[in-house]
Nanobody
Framework: QVQLEESGGGLVQAGGSLRLSCAASGRTFSSYAMGWFRQAPGKEREFVAAISWSGSTTRYADSIKGRFTISRDNAKNTVYLQMNSLKAEDTAVYYC???????????????????WGQGTQVTVSS
């Protein structure tokens, strides 16, 4: 079992920046692809970004491409989401997930991820 804990959320003004962190416990963190998802009020949870176990490959949702950057530091068992040029529509609870399939493809479906954190709230004010 892997435990994930998100942090770094908060209230920011539109156009501002925020960096989310997801700390993982477990010996096999470096073997998992990691993803960020978000869920806004009244909407389904949606894919944001993913990164391979090595950190060499990334994938982004079109809605955030060019503004957000996913990265990881396996030595620290942590994955990050750097969010720049934030918009009001980015307001959501952000979750990190771990995909232990160890395949060559970074997956976007929620069901592909085996472990989840509790989420961290990001609110972007106008």
């Amino acid at each position: 079992q892997v435990q994930l804990e998100e942090s770094g959320g908060g209230l920011v003004q539109a156009g501002g920046s925020l960096r989310l962190s997801c700390a993982a416990s477990g010996r096999t963190f470096s073997s998992y692809a990691m993803g960020w998802f978000r869920q806004a009020p009244g909407k389904e949870r949606e894919f944001v970004a993913a990164i391979s176990w090595s950190g060499s490959t990334t994938r982004y949702a079109d809605s955030i491409k060019g503004r957000f950057t996913i990265s990881r530091d396996n030595a620290k068992n942590t994955v990050y989401l750097q969010m720049n040029s934030l918009k009001a529509e980015d307001t959501a609870v952000y979750y990190c997930g771990a995909d232990r399939s160890r395949g060559a493809i970074l997956r976007t479906p929620i069901g592909a991820y085996d472990y989840w954190g509790q989420g961290t709230q990001v609110t972007v004010s106008s």
